[in-house]
C-alpha cells in the first residue's frame, strides 16, 4: 500500500506560483509513475502532469505547459508541482497519483492506482 500526502496549496494572486509537494510512503517512489490530477468546482477531475520512473519523461496537460514545472525526488520519495503564473482557472483541488505504470492522461485518472487526499489552490483574480 502507498500513501500520498499533499502540501503547498494555497491562495494566490493571478500571476503569482506555489509549489505543490507529495510525500510518498509504503513503497519506494522510484517504482512508481507519479503525477498530478486536479479537479475545479462542477467540473471532472483531469491530468495535470506527470513524470515516469526515471524522471527523463514528463508530461503536461496542454493548459499548464510552459508554466508548471513537475520533479521529483527519489531520496526524500516526494514530487514536486512547481506552478507559476497562475491563472484563476487553476483554482482547484490538486490530487496526487502514484500508478504501478505510466500515469495514464486521460480518463480523469480511473486506472491510477493511488491517490492523495488533496490540497486546494485558490487563485484569485
Known amino acids: 500500500q502507498v500513501q500520498l500526502v499533499e502540501s503547498g496549496g494555497g491562495l494566490v494572486q493571478a500571476g503569482g506560483s506555489l509549489r505543490l509537494s507529495c510525500a510518498a510512503s509504503?513503497?519506494?517512489?522510484?517504482?512508481?509513475?507519479m503525477g498530478w490530477f486536479r479537479q475545479a468546482p462542477g467540473k471532472e477531475r483531469e491530468f495535470v502532469s506527470s513524470i515516469n520512473y526515471s524522471g527523463g519523461n514528463t508530461r503536461y496537460a496542454n493548459s499548464v505547459k510552459g508554466r508548471f514545472t513537475i520533479s521529483r525526488d527519489d531520496a526524500k520519495n516526494t514530487v514536486y508541482l512547481q506552478m507559476s503564473s497562475l491563472r484563476p482557472e487553476d483554482t482547484a483541488i490538486y490530487y496526487c497519483?502514484?500508478?504501478?505504470?505510466?500515469?495514464?492522461?486521460?480518463?480523469?485518472?480511473?486506472?491510477?492506482?493511488?491517490w492523495g487526499e488533496g490540497t486546494l489552490v485558490t487563485v484569485s483574480s
Open positions: 509504503g513503497r519506494a517512489l522510484f517504482t512508481l509513475g
Open positions: 497519483a502514484a500508478n504501478r505504470f505510466a500515469i495514464p492522461e486521460t480518463g480523469g485518472g480511473i486506472e491510477v492506482d493511488y
